[in-house]
T-cell receptor
Framework: EAGVAQSPRYKIIEKRQSVAFWCNPISGHATLYWYQQILGQGPKLLIQFQNNGVVDDSQLPKDRFSAERLKGVDSTLKIQPAKLEDSAVYLC???????????????FGPGTRLTVL | DQQVKQNSPSLSVQEGRISILNCDYTNSMFDYFLWYKKYPAEGPTFLISISSIKDKNEDGRFTVFLNKSAKHLSLHIVPSQPGDSAVYFCAATVDSGGYQKVTFGTGTKLQVIP
C-alpha cells in the first residue's frame, strides 16, 4: 500500500513570495490533515478535511493560508504572502475513518521543509 | 493553551533498560490517546494508542499507561534498543461534533545508548 505522498520535500523562498504544497493521501482515506511543525514543537493542526469538506480550520491563518481538497482526494496548501515565521515543516496526514478511535490513526507523509528568508 | 504537555524535551537511556516517556493533559474530555514516533526527515508514525476507558495497553515492547485522575499517560519501552532513538509525540483526541479533533504534545527526544 502506497503511503502519503508530499511534494516538494524542500522549498526556500523569500518573504512576501507565494508557495504551494501538494499532498496525495492513502487511497480510500476519508480524512486529510495539514499540520505545521515549527522546530522544537509538536505538529499544529492547520486544517482538517472530511472527504472534500472542511471540518476544522480554526488554526489556519486565513489571511495568508488557503487549502483545498480536490474531489475528496489530493490536496494543496498555499501560503501567500509568506512571512519569516512560516518557516516550518508542513506535514500532510490521512486517516481511514471519521468517527474516532482506532480508525483515526493518522498516516503521515514525509513533510515539506519550508525556509522563508 | 497547550492542552497536551510533554515536559521532558529529551531522555537518554542505556540499551536494554526501560525508557519511560511522560505526557500530561488538561482536557478531561479527551477520549483517545496515541503515541507517535518520528525519525529525522520523516513524518511521524503511529506506535500505540489507548482509549480513555482503559488504563493499560500493551504491544510487544511498548506499553502505554493512562491515569485519568492525574490526567497523565506514559509510554514504557522495555527493553530499549538503539533503533528506538527518535522523537516521541503523544497526542489526544476529542469528539468535536462529528469529527475527532487531535492535539499533539511538543515531543520528547529519546536517545538509546548502545
Amino acid at each position: 500500500e502506497a503511503g502519503v505522498a508530499q511534494s516538494p520535500r524542500y522549498k526556500i523562498i523569500e518573504k512576501r513570495q507565494s508557495v504551494a504544497f501538494w499532498c496525495n493521501p492513502i487511497s480510500g482515506h476519508a480524512t486529510l490533515y495539514w499540520y505545521q511543525q515549527i522546530l522544537g514543537q509538536g505538529p499544529k493542526l492547520l486544517i482538517q478535511f472530511q472527504n472534500n469538506g472542511v471540518v476544522d480550520d480554526s488554526q489556519l491563518p486565513k489571511d495568508r493560508f488557503s487549502a483545498e481538497r480536490l474531489k475528496g482526494v489530493d490536496s494543496t496548501l498555499k501560503i501567500q504572502p509568506a512571512k519569516l515565521e512560516d518557516s516550518a515543516v508542513y506535514l500532510c496526514a490521512s486517516s481511514l475513518g471519521v468517527g474516532g478511535g482506532s480508525t483515526d490513526t493518522q498516516y503521515f507523509g514525509p513533510g515539506t521543509r519550508l525556509t522563508v528568508l | 493553551d497547550q492542552q497536551v504537555k510533554q515536559n521532558s524535551p529529551s531522555l537518554s537511556v542505556q540499551e536494554g533498560r526501560i525508557s519511560i516517556l511522560n505526557c500530561d493533559y488538561t482536557n478531561s474530555m479527551f477520549d483517545y490517546f496515541l503515541w507517535y514516533k518520528k525519525y529525522p526527515a520523516e513524518g511521524p508514525t503511529f506506535l500505540i494508542s489507548i482509549s480513555s476507558i482503559k488504563d493499560k495497553n500493551e504491544d510487544g515492547r511498548f506499553t502505554v499507561f493512562l491515569n485519568k485522575s492525574a490526567k497523565h499517560l506514559s509510554l514504557h519501552i522495555v527493553p530499549s534498543q538503539p533503533g528506538d532513538s527518535a522523537v516521541y509525540f503523544c497526542a489526544a483526541t476529542v469528539d468535536s461534533g462529528g469529527y475527532q479533533k487531535v492535539t499533539f504534545g511538543t515531543g520528547t527526544k529519546l536517545q538509546v545508548i548502545p
